[in-house]
C-alpha cells in the first residue's frame, strides 16, 4: 500500500467477519443488567465511516443494540462543551487500574473520580449535564442524531428500567460524591438520567459515524458543525486511548493503538485521526468488560489495514 492509497476496507472487514466466527460463543453476555442478559450471544458487526461519507460494514452492522458505556463518550463532550476546562477540578483524567464500577479510589481520593469513563466520574458528568440541562437524557439522544445523522435514535426505556432497578453501587458511589460536594443535583435525578443515557439504542453504523468528529479534528463532517476545537478533540481522543477500556486500557492500546471507547453491550467506538470513524459489536464480554470478538476484530483491523496511532 503506498503513503497515499487508502486500504481496501471492505475486503478487510469481511475477512474479519470470517475469522472471529470460532470465537463468538467464547464470551459471556452482562448479566448483572437483567435486560442485557436476554440479548442473543452470537452476534457481530463492524463499520468503518471514511470522512468522506464511504460506509464499510459486515454481518450485524445495522442491528441496533445498547451502547452502555459508549454513552459517556458523548456525554463527556457535551459536558466539555459546557464547562471547557473547569470540568478537570471534579473528575481527574487518569487510568484508574480497578474495575469501571469501584468504589475504592472514591474514599481515598475524597470523592473526585480518577476519569469520566469509570461510572462514578460518568456520574459526574451528568450531574454537569443535569445542571445545564431540563432533560439530559434528551438533550443526549439529540447530540447523537446530530452526530450521527440518524434522527430516529432513541434511548430503550426497558434497559433503563432494568439498569435503573439495579443501580444499587452506582447510587452508593453517587451518594459518597454528594458527601464530598462533587454531586449538585439530587442523587436519584442523576441516577435516572445516567441510566437512560446508558440505554441509547444504535447501530455501529451509527456509531461509527458519530464518532467521526474526533477523527475530524472535532468537525462532524457530515454537516460541517464544529463540536470542540481542534485541541479538545485531541485530548479526548488521548482519554479514549488511556481510559476508554476499563482496567484493559494498556493492553488494548498495545493490543490494537486506536482511541476507543468500550461498553458492556458490547460495542467499542473507535477512530484514526484523519482518517475514520468505526465501531465493532459483539455482546460476548471478555473479564475486563470489553467485547472479546470486537477486540480481536479491531486488533486485526489495525495490523491488516496497517493504520493505527504507532
Given at each position: 500500500?503506498?503513503?497515499?492509497?487508502?486500504?481496501?476496507?471492505?475486503?478487510?472487514?469481511?475477512?474479519?467477519?470470517?475469522?472471529?466466527?470460532?470465537?463468538?460463543?467464547?464470551?459471556?453476555?452482562?448479566?448483572?443488567?437483567?435486560?442485557?442478559?436476554?440479548?442473543?450471544?452470537?452476534?457481530?458487526?463492524?463499520?468503518?465511516?471514511?470522512?468522506?461519507?464511504?460506509v464499510h460494514q459486515c454481518g450485524d452492522a445495522q442491528q441496533p443494540f445498547s451502547i452502555q458505556s459508549i454513552s459517556k463518550l458523548f456525554a463527556l463532550t457535551l459536558a466539555y462543551q459546557c464547562l471547557g476546562d473547569a470540568l478537570w477540578t471534579r473528575v481527574g483524567r487518569e487510568p484508574s487500574g480497578t474495575a469501571f464500577n469501584s468504589l475504592v479510589q472514591l474514599e481515598s481520593e475524597q470523592g473526585r473520580p480518577r476519569n469520566p469513563f469509570i461510572n462514578a466520574g460518568a456520574l459526574v458528568v451528568t450531574d454537569v449535564l443535569c445542571s445545564r440541562f431540563v432533560n439530559p437524557e434528551t438533550a443526549l439522544v439529540e447530540f447523537v442524531r446530530r452526530l450521527s445523522g440518524n434522527p430516529q435514535i432513541q434511548y430503550d426505556m426497558a434497559?433503563?428500567?432494568?439498569?435503573?432497578?439495579?443501580?444499587?453501587?452506582?447510587?452508593?458511589?453517587?451518594?459518597?460524591?454528594?458527601?464530598?460536594?462533587?454531586?449538585?443535583?439530587?442523587?436519584?435525578?442523576?441516577?435516572?438520567?445516567?441510566?437512560?443515557?446508558?440505554?441509547?439504542r444504535m447501530t455501529?453504523?451509527?456509531?461509527?459515524?458519530?464518532?467521526?468528529?474526533?477523527?475530524?479534528?472535532?468537525?462532524?463532517?457530515?454537516?460541517?458543525?464544529?463540536?470542540?476545537?481542534?485541541?479538545?478533540?485531541?485530548?479526548?481522543?488521548?482519554?479514549?486511548?488511556?481510559?476508554?477500556?476499563?482496567?484493559?486500557?494498556?493492553?488494548?492500546?498495545?493490543?490494537?493503538?486506536?482511541?476507543?471507547?468500550?461498553g458492556v453491550g458490547g460495542g467499542i467506538v473507535a477512530h484514526m485521526p484523519?482518517?475514520?470513524?468505526?465501531?465493532?459489536?459483539?455482546?460476548?464480554?471478555?473479564?475486563?468488560?470489553?467485547?472479546?470478538a470486537g477486540s480481536h476484530a479491531l486488533e486485526r483491523f489495525t495490523t491488516l489495514t496497517g493504520q493505527s496511532l504507532f
Open positions: 500500500m503506498s503513503p497515499t492509497s487508502q486500504p481496501d476496507y471492505s475486503h478487510t472487514l469481511n475477512q474479519i467477519h470470517a475469522e472471529v466466527q470460532p470465537m463468538l460463543g467464547q464470551g459471556q453476555v452482562a448479566s448483572y443488567i437483567p435486560e442485557l442478559a436476554k440479548v442473543p450471544p452470537r452476534q457481530f458487526g463492524m463499520a468503518v465511516v471514511t470522512l468522506d461519507g464511504q434497559v433503563a428500567q432494568s439498569e435503573l432497578g439495579t443501580a444499587h453501587r452506582n447510587r452508593a458511589m453517587a451518594h459518597f460524591m454528594a458527601n464530598f460536594g462533587n454531586l449538585r443535583n439530587p442523587v436519584e435525578e442523576v441516577i435516572a438520567a445516567y441510566c437512560r443515557h446508558c440505554a441509547i455501529a453504523v451509527d456509531l461509527a459515524r458519530a464518532v467521526a468528529f474526533l477523527a475530524h479534528g472535532g468537525v462532524n463532517p457530515w454537516s460541517g458543525e464544529r463540536i470542540v476545537d481542534a485541541s479538545s478533540a485531541k485530548r479526548l481522543s488521548a482519554l479514549m486511548l488511556t481510559c476508554g477500556t476499563y482496567d484493559a486500557a494498556g493492553d488494548f492500546a498495545y493490543r490494537v493503538g486506536l482511541p476507543a471507547k468500550s484523519g482518517h475514520f470513524g468505526a465501531c465493532v459489536w459483539s455482546p460476548e464480554l471478555e473479564a475486563s468488560g470489553n467485547s472479546l
